[in-house]
């Protein structure tokens, strides 16, 4: 089983070429949906961790995708790259870098408020989100992540979503990884820092219940298109 360090490095030097070849049967997507899970389920068991997760990593799904990801997810808070909170490695298009990301996932703001509110509603949620957790890192990073090319059209909205949803991050450049120690331990404090977030929920039944909490705690303008069910979050609270 290979470590992290090597997961990645490998991800990062071959996936443009693998993105040539066909897509059925391709080593480094077997690889890719294998590696990951095995090796951060060894590590989290190693460590000591004590949350009901679950680990994924996608290359595409019939065919290859424009952003390769590995997420842990914790499962009483998320079980989608769409929705929820949760953890990421995001890689470049251009596979000239990675993100070690802790995320919201954007399809719940698209859904209940359209594509321009929901991008001030969610940027209300991330910066509420780090305003408000104690257990940071001096190499995270709150500034946004780039993924894509911005002057190109995509024939699907997800790797738009990943930039949106980025709550705070570490950015690994290629060919200048650090050490596999360095990564676990990068790891380690992302992980904590989402489950200080998640003792900081509402609700972990309903996360979408505390999305919309979190909203009514922030400063940010009151109309758009789309009118959610109206509840009483204090009350609830």
């Known amino acids: 089983m290979d470590d992290l360090r090597t997961i990645i490095d490998k991800t990062l030097k071959q996936y443009l070429n693998a993105k040539q070849t066909p ?4 080593q480094l997507a077997n690889y890719f949906r294998r590696e990951p899970k095995q090796y951060i389920e060894s590590y989290i068991k190693k460590t000591g961790f004590h949350f009901n997760y679950d680990v994924k990593s996608s290359v595409g799904n019939g065919r290859w995708a424009i952003i390769p990801w590995i997420v842990l997810f ?5 079980n989608s790259a769409t929705n929820g909170i949760y953890i990421a490695y995001l890689f470049a298009e251009d596979m000239s870098k990675v993100y070690l990301s802790l995320m919201q996932g954007w ?24 305003n408000s957790l104690n257990l940071t890192s001096s190499t995270f990073s ?3 992540i780039h993924l894509i090319d911005p002057s190109k059209r995509y024939d699907t909205s997800l790797p738009r979503g990943y930039e949106l949803g980025n709550i705070m991050s570490i950015k690994y450049d290629a060919g200048q990884l650090p050490t596999n120690q360095k ?13 200080e ?41």
């Open 23 to 26: 897509f059925k049967d391709n």
């Open 74 to 78: 914790d499962t009483d808070i998320s």
């Open 107 to 130: 399809t719940y703001y698209y859904n209940e408020f359209g594509t321009k509110i929901g991008q001030i509603k969610i940027n209300a949620a991330l910066n509420y989100w780090r």
């Open 142 to 144: 709150t500034q946004d």
């Open 183 to 195: 990564m676990e331990d990068d790891l380690s404090l992302m992980i904590q820092s989402l489950e």
């Open 197 to 237: 977030l998640k003792s900081k929920l509402i609700s972990t039944k309903d996360i979408d219940l505390s999305n919309k909490y979190v909203l009514s705690r922030t400063n940010i303008i009151k109309n758009h298109k789309r009118t959610p069910t109206k509840r009483d979050y204090d009350q609830q609270s």
